[in-house]
């Protein structure tokens, strides 16, 4: 990507030009930090941008004043991998590696993780027993299909699990055994999240895939809590992803954050509205340390009469 002559004026188009070693000025862009998502023309101030927001085909990019997230969208930028070229590793310092291939064993160290289906999702969890506290850095993917390259949740380890789909995102709850995927007996479990407090994520490196809005789709925002017995994770998309997949409620767990179906003994695929986002209450917003704690909003209820089914690679029969 290249910026026509160099030329630092707002309007400016971009075009593709041979990569200069090394990189000329015209040719270096840095992608900032979570919450502001630009991709920056490095020391001029100016940014890409899609005119006007314009989605029609062959709109064409140019710079301009790099503005403040709040001010639209048509300078915010998701990057991201093909799910068929993911890199070894996506972050510095990751302990595990992002192409994982097909093929499932107990000791992958893989951090790509798939959420399709109440039968075909993955979790994270730590690589050798430990509580989530001390591991979050190097959570590995455990998976309930082959073929994604990952560990296999045990069969055994889940007595409940409930997935639900909605306009902006999927999300799967339940209950089970998580000592059999090495989170530590009594541990309280913690949340997990693709930004951490350093933008490299916890795990660091860790990618979320699916196919349920399209095919092999990345989610950029995720939020995952795991105890040694409960689990819920949310991965979201949409021009709300970021509310709709909110992390900064960490203390909270998984029944003020994701309220849904916790029972033992049901195995569901359900499809439903979306819940306002995680500590929105009409027009107000929570923020975690107050004093005085609002009961949450009601979650996504599926209802109807349920249908169970038993086994890692059961199919549900219904949805609800």
Not at 102 to 107: A, H, I, R
Not at 260 to 280: H, I, Q, T, W
Request: charged residues 15%; glycine residues 14%; hydrophobic residues 30%.
């Amino acid at each position: 990507m290249d910026v026509i002559n160099g030329t630092n004026v707002d309007g400016t188009l971009l075009q593709v030009w041979g990569c200069e070693i090394p990189a000329a000025v015209n040719q270096q862009f840095e992608y900032t930090a979570y919450g502001d998502n630009h991709l920056a023309w490095s020391t001029t101030g100016k940014c890409v941008d899609l005119p006007g927001g314009n989605m029609t085909d062959g709109t064409q990019i140019q710079v301009w004043d790099c503005n403040g997230a709040e001010d639209g969208n048509n300078q915010i930028w998701d990057t991201g991998y093909m799910y068929n070229a993911t890199p070894t590793t996506s972050e510095p310092n990751q302990s595990g590696h992002n192409a994982c291939g097909t093929t499932s064993s107990q000791t992958s160290m893989c951090q790509t993780l798939w959420m399709n289906d109440a039968d075909d999702f993955c979790l994270w969890a730590p690589p050798k027993t430990g509580t989530i506290g001390d591991t979050e850095r190097d959570e590995v993917a455990w998976c309930t299909k082959g073929g994604h390259g990952t560990r296999l949740i045990p069969d055994g380890t889940l007595t409940g699990v409930h997935f639900v789909r909605t306009p902006d995102y999927v999300q799967v709850t339940g209950v089970g055994d998580f000592t059999k995927i090495n989170v530590a007996a009594g541990d309280g479990g913690g949340e997990l999240d693709p930004h951490g407090a350093d933008s490299y994520g916890n795990p660091i490196g860790g990618l979320v895939y699916g196919n349920t809005f399209s095919p092999n789709l990345q989610y950029h925002e995720w939020t995952n809590f795991i105890s040694d017995g409960l689990f819920c994770m949310r991965a979201c998309t949409g021009p709300n992803a970021r509310e709709n997949c909110q992390h900064v409620y960490d203390e909270m767990g998984c029944y003020w954050n994701m309220p849904a179906n916790y029972d033992a003994g049901y195995f569901e695929s359900c499809k439903g509205d979306n819940d306002l986002p995680m500590g929105v209450y009409g027009t107000s917003t929570w923020s975690q340390g107050l004093h005085k704690l609002r009961v949450h909003h009601v979650g996504t209820n599926c209802g109807g009469a349920r249908e169970a089914f038993f086994g890692r690679t059961s199919k549900p029969t219904r949805s609800c």
